[in-house]
């Protein structure tokens, strides 16, 4: 392997938007997600519309849904 190329590898803390956070180790020493395995829709078992900037509404506003 070449030399002075990779990245540093620090101990990192992961930080999700619900508030859940976690240490590892990863190339930033900190890192911001939107969603983890704690509030995904996927892995919790409930069905959510995650809508950002009014995606949702301005979809059924175009298409005459009510």
Known sequence: MKAKIH???VDAT????CGNSWQT???KAQVRLDV???C???F???QRIM???GRVERFK???GMK
């Open 7 to 9: 990245p540093q590898y």
């Open 36 to 38: 983890c395995s704690k």
């Open 40 to 42: 995904h829709p996927y």
């Open 25 to 27: 180790r990863a190339t």
């Open 51 to 53: 809508d950002t900037a």
């Open 14 to 17: 992961f930080t999700c938007a």
């Open 44 to 46: 919790t078992g409930e």
């Open 61 to 63: 506003r175009r298409y």
